[in-house]
């Protein structure tokens, strides 16, 4: 099984709104990912969690706030966010870092700010 | 140096045709190249992925086909179908937690 599962599938928030995006993988993979995608585009690295730790976070706004409570799961924090944000946000995993494993895409939240 | 470009951006095939997409990277580091085909609204799937030490890899009707001198790799679809219209990204890694991506192909089979 490579399924990675995201909820909601669709959020629409306002600017002042506090939302929150989660991901859960049961493959026991140990790296974690959130993407940025815009329509037409290739997917954006935002965050990388390894072993539960940040391992990298790429110049994201501090309005995106990532989280990893445990190895199968994994949020992405909204608040204050710009209409510029509105995107399909992607989580993925692999097997772990330093080595080129297969990462696995989850569906995705579209999302929508007003 | 961490830039893979693809081509074409976009590619209309008659069913039962053989559409290629081809991919070219500069940083010689990178080990592994996957292909990732995504349907409107759906987060990207892998499709199928190749490391380096060879020159092709088929999984059902698709071929990847690695050029390590010419730094170049492509996808092959056999017997295309209208099921395969679909956004194809090509990637590469090295090691590291970073895919980067083409840049996208759009890509329609006609009945």
């Known amino acids: 099984d490579t399924e990675v599962t995201q909820t909601p599938k669709h959020l629409v928030m306002g600017m002042t709104n506090k939302k929150s995006l989660k991901c859960e993988q049961h493959?026991?993979?140990?790296?974690m990912y959130w993407y940025k995608q815009k329509a037409k585009k290739p997917p954006e690295l935002m965050f990388v969690y390894s072993y539960e730790k940040l391992s990298i976070n790429e110049s994201v706004p501090s309005r995106f706030s990532p989280e990893c409570p445990n190895s199968s799961l994994l949020n992405l924090h909204l608040h204050a966010l710009q209409p510029e944000d509105s995107a399909l946000y992607l989580c993925?995993?692999?097997?772990?870092?330093?080595?080129?494993?297969?990462?696995?895409f989850g569906p995705g939240t579209r999302l929508t700010v007003t | 140096q961490q830039q893979v470009k693809q081509s074409p951006q976009s590619l209309i095939v008659q069913k039962g045709g053989i559409p290629i997409i081809n991919c070219a990277y500069e940083n010689t580091a990178f080990d592994y190249f996957p292909w990732y085909q995504q349907f409107p609204g759906k987060g990207p799937a892998l499709l199928i992925a190749i490391r380096p030490d060879v020159s092709e890899k088929k999984e059902g009707r698709f071929t990847i086909s690695f050029n390590k001198s010419a730094k170049q790799f492509s996808l092959h679809i056999m017997d295309s179908q209208p099921g395969d219209s679909a956004t194809y990204f090509c990637a590469a890694n090295f090691g590291n937690e970073k895919l980067t991506f083409g840049t996208g192909t759009r890509l329609t089979i006609i009945p």
């Open positions: 993925a995993s692999s097997r772990q870092l330093a080595v080129s494993y297969e990462q696995y």
């Open positions: 493959m026991g993979h140990r790296a």
